[in-house]
């Protein structure tokens, strides 16, 4: 069945250092691939999106690649703010063809938390 | 767009009780999801209905817990009875079903404590 693998965390960073946060998928077919995020006490918002090979999705300075040959979608950001402290979870959504089509796979969140 | 509705925000109740969750989803969503989010199991699906109908219920812990949507306006998630280890946040998501790329909105979430 479909599966998502992120890197795991605790991640800490300092302000405006460079963000990276992997991503690995397993699925038949072409999913489309998100990533959310989560903060504290809150429930999760999309954060980008990409539906196929090759498309970068991108939101708030975030980016991510669909990465077919290495079915990868690293979540990145050149400078992180401390506003940015969140947990962060990698999702696939299978295709139509798929019998997970509608149905959401998360990865296990990673928690980044940034100081000043 | 009020977004996914969910209440109550909080709930505390002793072991034993039934407890009823409540979510409305966002008008002319037809996919709906039930999740559990724990510091140690992480984001678990516990079922999804399609049209209001229950598609894939195999997340459901056991039979303690149902799910039912009546109409495509509501759904209720009910435990009964509730035990310590329920105790979680528990979301609900809507979706457009038949819409490639679509991702979910989240409701804000019903955090339970059972004591």
Redesign the interface.
């Given at each position: 069945g479909d599966s998502v693998t992120q890197m795991e965390g605790p991640v800490t960073l300092s302000e405006e250092a460079f963000l990276t946060i992997n991503c690995t998928y397993t699925a038949t077919g072409y999913p489309?691939l998100?990533w959310?995020v989560q903060y504290p006490g809150?429930?999760?918002?999309?954060l980008l999106?990409a539906?196929k090979a090759d498309d970068k999705g991108s939101n708030k300075g975030f980016e991510a690649t669909y990465r077919k040959e290495t079915t990868s979608f690293h979540l990145e950001k050149g400078s992180v703010q401390v506003s940015d402290s969140a947990v962060y979870?990698c999702?696939l959504?299978g295709?139509?063809g798929g019998t997970s089509?509608?149905?959401?796979t998360?990865g296990?969140?990673t928690i980044l938390t940034v100081h000043p | 767009d009020a977004g996914?509705i969910q209440s109550p925000r909080h709930e505390v109740t002793e072991m034993g009780q039934e407890v009823t969750l409540r979510c409305k989803p966002i008008s002319g969503h037809n996919?709906l999801?039930w999740y559990r989010q724990t510091m140690m199991r992480?984001?678990e699906?516990l079922i999804?209905f399609?049209n209001n109908v229950p598609?894939?219920d195999s997340g459901m812990p056991e039979d303690r817990f149902s799910a039912k949507m009546p109409n495509a306006s509501f759904s209720t998630l009910k435990i009964q009875p509730s035990e310590p280890r329920d105790s979680a946040v528990y979301?609900c998501?809507s979706?457009f079903?038949r819409v490639?790329?679509?991702?979910?909105?989240?409701?804000?979430?019903t955090r339970l404590t059972v004591v």
């Open positions: 489309s998100f959310y809150e429930g999760l918002q999309l999106k539906t979870f999702a959504r295709d139509a089509y509608g149905k959401l998360f296990q969140g | 996914v996919s999801f992480g984001l699906l999804y399609n598609i894939d979301f998501a979706s079903r490639q790329g679509r991702g979910y909105t989240f409701g804000s979430g």
